[in-house]
């Protein structure tokens, strides 16, 4: 047998010793923990196509902050289920609209969470789609205006952090705007600057009863064949004056993340989806792969990516089992 130089296998012999050359490292810090507010008192209903994950009245995810904080999670991030809808998403950006009421009630009992706002209008609008309908055809420009207010009545309640999520041109920097012109400089923007029109979000649909009543989001989200136009996209968010650049989905644009990471200074963050999730859940039901060791080695991709910040439905279980290491 030759004698060998180098042998790369002495490093993995022992645990300690692959830890010890560990180049990358989750930490409880890492996660963001998506919530769904809807109405109700005492309501805590789980989504058949997310296991583990609830439809929660604001009683309910004020409590469910609050324990998120006492695991570890650093900060969550809110979607809402209104009591009703209509065509230009009058609940987004009522003073006491489903996410305002929530975001007031996890700053009373979990003052020192970071609260993040999803600001889009899907949830809202009785036809589903992400801005103004007209003729069948969503208009970006005065969907700009709705999600501004959105965004200043978000910050109104309390929001740390605003996400604005609809794919319209220019958003970032009609919701800076108005929301510097509010008195809300301090109020921090994180753009889904890169999000694809992706099959991945099916779920999510169901736990937000978001879906379009009719035709799909391809002509504002991003086509998953386009690599060139992310870089776009997150310039122009950026230049808009967008504090953290987002891509979504996240495992299966590892590609995507990589390539914001070399570009931008900005911190970066990337969405570990619904159906990514639900994937994982179902195949760990059904035995065939270890959930646990999946789970951490696909968040561990996401942060080997670029990623900064990693919003994610396994936030808690993440960091359990960082913790218990």
């Not at 950006?93 to 970071?114: C, F, H, M, N, T």
């Not at 965004?151 to 605003?162: H, I, K, R, T």
């Not at 808009?240 to 989905?249: I, N, Q, T």
Request: hydrophobic share 45%; aromatic share 6%; net charge negative.
């Amino acid at each position: 047998m030759p004698s060998l130089l180098h042998r790369p296998r002495r490093l993995r012999r022992t645990e300690n010793l692959r830890a010890l050359v560990r180049e990358t490292r989750l930490t409880p810090d890492d996660f963001i923990l998506p919530l769904f507010a809807c109405a109700g008192t005492k309501v805590r209903r789980e989504i058949q196509s997310m296991p583990g994950v609830h439809n929660l009245s604001v009683d309910e995810i004020a409590k469910e902050a609050a324990a998120a904080r006492d695991i570890g999670v650093k900060g969550v991030i809110l979607f809402g289920l209104p009591e009703a809808k209509d065509e230009i998403a009058t609940g987004a950006y009522a003073a006491d609209g489903i996410v305002q009421q929530a975001v007031r009630a996890i700053r009373k009992s979990a003052p020192d969470l970071v609260i993040m706002a999803d600001t889009c209008l899907c949830e809202y609008t009785s036809h589903g789609h992400c801005g103004v309908v007209r003729d069948g055809d969503v208009i970006n420009d005065e969907s700009l205006e709705l999600l501004a207010r959105t965004a200043v009545s978000q910050a109104e309640a309390g929001a740390d952090v605003v996400a604005p999520s609809a794919m319209m041109d220019g958003q970032v920097g009609a919701i800076r705007e108005a929301l510097d012109g509010a008195g809300f400089e301090q109020v921090a923007i994180m753009a889904y600057a890169v999000k694809y029109a992706s099959a991945f979000y099916g779920p999510f649909r169901e736990a937000a009863d978001s879906a379009p009543a009719f035709g799909d989001r391809r002509a504002y989200q991003m086509d998953s064949a386009n690599e060139r136009e992310a870089l776009r996209e997150a310039e122009l968010d950026y230049l808009e004056g967008a504090d953290v650049l987002m891509v979504k989905p996240a495992t299966v644009y590892l590609d995507i993340l990589k390539m914001l990471r070399e570009q931008f200074d900005l911190p970066l963050a990337a969405y570990h989806v619904s159906g990514e999730y639900a994937m994982i859940k179902a195949a760990a039901q059904n035995g065939w792969i270890d959930e646990q060791r999946a789970m951490m080695e696909t968040l561990t991709s996401i942060k080997r990516a670029g990623a900064d910040i990693i919003l994610t439905y396994y936030a808690r279980e993440a960091i359990k089992l960082l913790r218990s290491k």
